[in-house]
Protein backbone atom coordinates (compact mmCIF):
# COMPACT_ATOMS: atom_id res chain seq x y z
CA UNK A 1 0.00 0.00 0.00
CA UNK A 2 1.30 3.47 -0.66
CA UNK A 3 3.17 4.84 2.36
CA UNK A 4 3.92 8.46 3.76
CA UNK A 5 4.41 11.08 0.84
CA UNK A 6 6.04 14.67 1.07
CA UNK A 7 6.13 17.27 -1.68
CA UNK A 8 8.57 18.04 -3.38
CA UNK A 9 11.49 16.34 -2.72
CA UNK A 10 13.60 19.39 -2.38
CA UNK A 11 12.84 22.74 -2.04
CA UNK A 12 15.80 25.70 -2.81
CA UNK A 13 14.51 29.22 -1.87
CA UNK A 14 15.82 32.54 -1.11
CA UNK A 15 15.79 34.31 2.31
CA UNK A 16 12.80 36.45 3.00
CA UNK A 17 10.69 34.00 0.64
CA UNK A 18 7.19 31.97 1.93
CA UNK A 19 7.25 28.47 1.49
CA UNK A 20 4.62 25.63 1.76
CA UNK A 21 5.53 21.62 2.65
CA UNK A 22 3.29 19.14 2.02
CA UNK A 23 2.56 15.84 3.66
CA UNK A 24 -0.17 13.07 2.26
CA UNK A 25 0.14 10.30 4.78
CA UNK A 26 -1.34 6.94 5.38
CA UNK A 27 -4.53 6.51 4.38
CA UNK A 28 -6.83 5.99 8.10
CA UNK A 29 -3.87 7.61 10.07
CA UNK A 30 -5.32 9.87 12.51
CA UNK A 31 -2.27 11.03 13.99
CA UNK A 32 0.14 13.05 12.02
CA UNK A 33 3.81 14.73 13.20
CA UNK A 34 5.93 17.17 11.81
CA UNK A 35 9.83 16.89 12.26
CA UNK A 36 12.91 19.37 11.19
CA UNK A 37 16.20 17.50 11.19
CA UNK A 38 19.37 19.24 10.77
CA UNK A 39 22.73 17.25 9.67
CA UNK A 40 23.63 15.13 12.60
CA UNK A 41 20.84 15.24 14.60
CA UNK A 42 18.02 13.21 15.44
CA UNK A 43 14.28 14.62 13.76
CA UNK A 44 13.54 17.61 16.04
CA UNK A 45 10.14 17.57 16.67
CA UNK A 46 7.64 20.72 15.76
CA UNK A 47 4.05 19.82 15.88
CA UNK A 48 1.34 17.09 16.05
CA UNK A 49 -2.27 16.29 14.86
CA UNK A 50 -5.05 14.50 16.16
CA UNK A 51 -7.56 14.81 13.32
CA UNK A 52 -7.92 18.22 12.04
CA UNK A 53 -6.76 20.22 15.32
CA UNK A 54 -3.12 20.77 16.49
CA UNK A 55 -3.08 18.46 19.96
CA UNK A 56 0.98 19.95 20.13
CA UNK A 57 2.52 23.01 18.54
CA UNK A 58 5.00 23.23 21.28
CA UNK A 59 7.78 22.19 18.91
CA UNK A 60 7.45 25.53 16.41
CA UNK A 61 10.28 27.42 17.13
CA UNK A 62 8.50 30.94 15.97
CA UNK A 63 5.42 32.54 14.74
CA UNK A 64 6.80 32.21 11.13
CA UNK A 65 6.32 28.79 10.83
CA UNK A 66 2.40 27.88 10.80
CA UNK A 67 0.80 24.33 9.70
CA UNK A 68 -2.51 23.39 8.82
CA UNK A 69 -4.67 20.02 8.17
CA UNK A 70 -8.09 20.96 7.25
CA UNK A 71 -9.94 17.84 7.05
CA UNK A 72 -7.84 15.59 8.76
CA UNK A 73 -5.67 14.23 6.29
CA UNK A 74 -3.07 15.71 3.99
CA UNK A 75 -1.35 18.65 6.21
CA UNK A 76 0.32 21.68 4.72
CA UNK A 77 3.58 23.05 6.71
CA UNK A 78 4.04 26.90 6.23
CA UNK A 79 7.16 28.63 6.42
CA UNK A 80 6.98 32.79 5.97
CA UNK A 81 10.18 35.08 5.72
CA UNK A 82 12.68 31.94 5.61
CA UNK A 83 15.76 32.35 6.61
CA UNK A 84 18.94 30.36 6.20
CA UNK A 85 18.61 28.38 9.32
CA UNK A 86 15.52 27.36 8.37
CA UNK A 87 17.85 24.78 5.28
CA UNK A 88 16.95 21.41 6.76
CA UNK A 89 15.04 18.17 6.08
CA UNK A 90 11.58 18.63 6.80
CA UNK A 91 9.96 14.78 7.69
CA UNK A 92 6.31 14.27 8.25
CA UNK A 93 4.95 10.90 9.70
CA UNK A 94 1.60 9.45 10.39
CA UNK A 95 0.33 6.92 12.91
CA UNK A 96 -3.20 4.76 13.10
CA UNK A 97 -3.32 4.75 17.05
CA UNK A 98 -4.01 8.19 18.37
CA UNK A 99 -1.73 6.90 21.98
CA UNK A 100 1.39 6.93 22.81
CA UNK A 101 2.36 3.32 21.34
CA UNK A 102 1.84 3.34 18.04
CA UNK A 103 4.60 3.24 15.13
CA UNK A 104 5.30 6.03 13.62
CA UNK A 105 5.19 5.67 9.41
CA UNK A 106 7.76 8.54 7.87
CA UNK A 107 7.77 10.15 4.45
CA UNK A 108 11.36 10.74 2.59
CA UNK A 109 11.01 14.49 3.42
CA UNK A 110 11.71 17.57 2.07
CA UNK A 111 14.93 19.16 1.74
CA UNK A 112 14.37 23.05 2.15
CA UNK A 113 17.50 24.76 1.52
CA UNK A 114 17.23 28.71 1.74
CA UNK A 115 20.17 30.64 0.60
CA UNK B 1 20.61 18.77 29.87
CA UNK B 2 18.96 17.20 26.70
CA UNK B 3 15.59 15.34 27.13
CA UNK B 4 16.95 12.19 25.10
CA UNK B 5 20.92 11.94 25.15
CA UNK B 6 22.86 8.98 23.22
CA UNK B 7 26.13 8.86 22.54
CA UNK B 8 26.51 10.01 18.46
CA UNK B 9 29.71 7.26 18.08
CA UNK B 10 30.55 6.26 15.52
CA UNK B 11 31.05 3.49 16.76
CA UNK B 12 32.77 0.91 13.77
CA UNK B 13 32.90 -2.52 14.99
CA UNK B 14 33.82 -5.88 12.85
CA UNK B 15 31.37 -8.40 11.49
CA UNK B 16 30.11 -10.81 14.05
CA UNK B 17 30.64 -8.70 16.63
CA UNK B 18 27.93 -7.81 19.59
CA UNK B 19 27.77 -3.96 20.05
CA UNK B 20 25.05 -2.17 22.56
CA UNK B 21 24.47 1.60 22.38
CA UNK B 22 22.69 3.07 25.97
CA UNK B 23 20.26 6.38 25.75
CA UNK B 24 19.37 8.12 28.74
CA UNK B 25 16.18 10.52 28.86
CA UNK B 26 15.29 13.35 31.51
CA UNK B 27 11.56 12.66 32.30
CA UNK B 28 10.69 10.35 35.03
CA UNK B 29 7.26 10.27 33.77
CA UNK B 30 8.27 9.00 30.15
CA UNK B 31 6.38 6.02 28.92
CA UNK B 32 6.71 4.47 25.75
CA UNK B 33 10.27 4.02 24.15
CA UNK B 34 11.34 2.86 20.92
CA UNK B 35 14.05 2.39 18.92
CA UNK B 36 14.04 3.62 14.72
CA UNK B 37 16.74 3.19 12.58
CA UNK B 38 17.94 5.86 9.95
CA UNK B 39 19.61 5.23 6.64
CA UNK B 40 21.87 7.55 5.43
CA UNK B 41 19.66 10.17 3.51
CA UNK B 42 16.71 8.16 3.98
CA UNK B 43 13.87 7.67 6.80
CA UNK B 44 13.52 6.43 10.09
CA UNK B 45 12.26 3.31 10.47
CA UNK B 46 11.40 1.79 13.65
CA UNK B 47 13.06 -1.05 14.33
CA UNK B 48 11.17 -2.19 17.93
CA UNK B 49 9.68 -0.75 20.49
CA UNK B 50 10.86 -1.35 24.32
CA UNK B 51 9.13 -2.68 26.70
CA UNK B 52 9.46 -2.91 30.64
CA UNK B 53 10.52 -6.35 30.78
CA UNK B 54 12.95 -6.28 27.78
CA UNK B 55 11.98 -7.32 24.36
CA UNK B 56 13.75 -9.38 21.63
CA UNK B 57 13.56 -9.74 17.96
CA UNK B 58 16.44 -12.11 16.45
CA UNK B 59 19.55 -10.29 17.08
CA UNK B 60 18.13 -7.42 18.51
CA UNK B 61 17.51 -7.08 22.27
CA UNK B 62 16.43 -3.91 23.91
CA UNK B 63 16.39 -3.24 27.86
CA UNK B 64 14.57 -0.84 29.59
CA UNK B 65 15.61 0.64 33.35
CA UNK B 66 13.68 3.05 34.60
CA UNK B 67 14.99 3.37 38.13
CA UNK B 68 17.95 4.97 36.12
CA UNK B 69 16.13 6.18 33.01
CA UNK B 70 17.84 4.75 30.23
CA UNK B 71 17.35 2.14 27.55
CA UNK B 72 19.41 -0.04 25.41
CA UNK B 73 20.42 -1.77 22.15
CA UNK B 74 22.33 -4.90 22.02
CA UNK B 75 23.04 -5.93 18.68
CA UNK B 76 24.77 -9.58 18.18
CA UNK B 77 26.74 -11.32 15.34
CA UNK B 78 26.51 -8.33 13.52
CA UNK B 79 26.40 -7.90 9.46
CA UNK B 80 27.49 -5.21 6.82
CA UNK B 81 23.60 -4.10 6.84
CA UNK B 82 23.40 -3.32 10.27
CA UNK B 83 25.35 -0.05 9.88
CA UNK B 84 22.80 2.75 9.90
CA UNK B 85 21.99 5.15 12.96
CA UNK B 86 20.26 4.07 15.62
CA UNK B 87 17.61 6.81 17.39
CA UNK B 88 16.29 6.41 20.57
CA UNK B 89 12.68 8.05 20.86
CA UNK B 90 10.96 8.44 24.28
CA UNK B 91 7.58 9.86 24.72
CA UNK B 92 8.34 12.30 27.38
CA UNK B 93 5.34 14.59 28.05
CA UNK B 94 2.45 11.59 28.83
CA UNK B 95 -0.81 12.88 27.43
CA UNK B 96 0.86 14.57 24.31
CA UNK B 97 2.31 11.79 22.56
CA UNK B 98 5.10 14.10 21.59
CA UNK B 99 7.91 11.71 20.83
CA UNK B 100 11.33 12.84 21.54
CA UNK B 101 14.17 12.10 19.08
CA UNK B 102 17.90 11.00 20.32
CA UNK B 103 20.89 12.81 18.13
CA UNK B 104 21.18 9.18 17.20
CA UNK B 105 24.31 6.63 17.49
CA UNK B 106 25.90 6.05 14.08
CA UNK B 107 27.20 2.78 13.63
CA UNK B 108 29.40 1.07 10.79
CA UNK B 109 30.09 -2.89 10.31
CA UNK B 110 33.23 -3.72 8.80
CA UNK B 111 34.16 -6.23 6.69
Known amino acids: GAGVSQTPSNKVTEKGKYVELRCDPI?????LYWYRQSLGQGPEFLIYFQGTGAADDSGLPNDRFFAVRPEGSVSTLKIQRTERGDSAVYLC?????????????FGPGTRLTVL | RKEVEQDPGPFNVPEGATVAFNCTYSNSASQSFFWYRQDCRKEPKLLMS???SGNEDGRFTAQLNRASQYISLLIRDSKLSDSATYLCVVNTDSGTYKYIFGTGTRLKVLA
Open chain 2, 50 to 52: VYS
Open chain 1, 27 to 31: SGHTA
Open chain 1, 93 to 105: ASSLTSGGAGEQF
